[in-house]
């Protein structure tokens, strides 16, 4: 072979294929867009307009940085974010933090749930607590006993799902000079509700069981692959595994924060310029697009609510796993055998009930959903600062400590997280 093909097979081995470099990244996006977060988008397009759109242009790069980063530190160490807190922090620290997530995880899973059982409900009818049982049955029987090259299949075809948003956008009226226009040179405000708008879209684009979900995968699909191994114990491996991630990553949250952009721009096209300014959850956005937008539009956003929420169940249950898996030493992964993986599964489906019982009991989702967000920003900014300590030590991350533009936006992202948790206890404040 000459000097000039192997230099040529070399080039390509390093640079994965498209759809092969697809994954983990491309599930935590689409996942990013569950039913909690449409009706955060929804109300941020009803409320003001096209006056946010800004926001996810601006979050894409920390969103992709913070996102890389956690990948990063699965696919480098063999562990998930909480098995590195464990081995590198304070069993309190680490127990902390998994509690938290735990608790909002739990009350995201229950919202979600309820949001897909409006949906259905709105598109055919029947009884939605009986959906909301389905779904989390179905849900929690695929993540139990699909195969898991089968499953993980299914959820990256299942992220076409996000492109009903698309479609929305494109079948309501936008004014589209005026979406350029709040881009470039956005209405800012330093109003409680304008504020308090910004750290919802921040805190449903920035979460941490989003971190927790990409790193756990990353793991998973390592032990999946025969050849592979954490890139501390076989470095030969890092240029195609790090090209991989920046690939996956940089599509997944790219289509996650598109479609995002889409559903604030068709509310606010669709609910802001016809006068309806409050929308609590994504259900009643539908219902709302059906009255003033036509039964398409609405068919369209009701399918998506339950699409995108058959993605985001398994991220919410399985990073809760993953994190109280690693903190307690069990054996974790979507990959084992349940029989070998007890408790691993045992928590998932224990999440999915506790979530069940949510919309059966006289808790109010909305606030329910509202704490959970809160939680969501307090738990972000911490966790946010010790992976980046993590990923800055030779101890942890070998020679593969982050390269220099990846710790500064890394930086930059836990900053804005810090201060938009600062900027909402303020707005309480006042």
């Known amino acids: 072979m000459t000097e000039h093909a192997i230099r040529d097979e070399t080039s390509q081995s390093s640079r994965p294929r498209l759809f092969q470099a697809l994954g983990p990244g491309l599930v935590t996006g689409a996942a990013d867009d569950d039913p909690s977060g449409i009706a955060t988008y929804s109300q941020v397009g009803a409320q003001f307009g096209y006056g946010l759109a800004w926001t996810l242009v601006f979050s894409y790069p920390l969103m992709v940085a913070i996102q890389e980063i956690s990948a990063r530190i699965g696919r480098v160490t063999g562990l998930g974010i909480a098995g590195n807190l464990r081995r590198y922090y304070s069993a309190w620290l680490a127990g902390t933090v998994v509690l938290l997530l735990l608790i909002a995880n739990l009350i995201n899973l229950g919202a979600d749930l309820g949001a897909m059982g409006a949906a259905l409900k709105l598109m055919v009818g029947g009884p939605d607590l009986i959906y909301v049982v389905l779904f989390a049955i179905l849900s929690s029987g695929l993540q139990i006993f699909a195969r898991y090259e089968r499953y993980t299949s299914f959820l990256k075809w299942g992220c076409l799902a996000l492109f009903t948003y698309v479609i929305c956008a494109f079948v309501v009226d936008v004014a589209w000079d005026k979406v350029g226009w709040a881009i470039v040179w956005p209405p800012l405000s330093i109003k409680a509700d304008y504020l308090m708008a910004i750290v919802a879209v921040f805190g449903t684009t920035i979460s941490p069981y989003l971190f927790f979900w990409q790193a756990g995968q990353e793991v998973e699909d390592t032990k999946e692959d025969p050849g592979a191994r954490p890139l501390v114990r076989a470095p030969g491996q890092a240029e195609r595994e790090f090209n991989r991630i920046r690939i996956d ?182």
């Not at 980046?388 to 500064?408: E, H, K, N």
């Open 249 to 430: 990553t940089y599509i997944g949250m790219g289509i996650s924060n598109f479609v995002a952009l889409c559903i604030i721009i068709t509310t606010a096209a669709a609910l802001h310029a016809k006068g309806v300014t409050e929308i609590q959850t994504s259900a009643q956005a539908a219902e709302a697009l059906r009255v003033v937008a036509g039964p398409l539009t609405f068919a369209v956003f009701a399918a998506g609510i339950i699409g995108t929420g058959m993605l985001a169940l398994p991220a919410l249950a399985g990073s809760a796993a993953y994190a109280l898996g690693e903190t307690l030493s069990w054996r974790v992964g979507l990959a084992r055998a349940p029989r070998r993986a007890k408790e691993f599964y045992a928590t998932i489906a224990l999440g999915m009930v506790l979530a069940v019982a949510l919309n059966f009991s006289p808790i109010d989702p909305i606030k329910a959903l509202y704490w959970s967000a809160v939680l969501n920003g307090v738990v972000a900014a911490p966790v946010m600062v010790a992976m980046m300590f993590l990923t800055m030590r030779r101890s942890v991350m070998a020679r593969f400590t982050l390269p220099r533009v990846l710790q500064i936006m890394g930086w930059l992202a836990t900053t804005t997280m810090a201060v938009t948790v600062v900027a909402m206890i303020w707005s309480w404040l006042e």
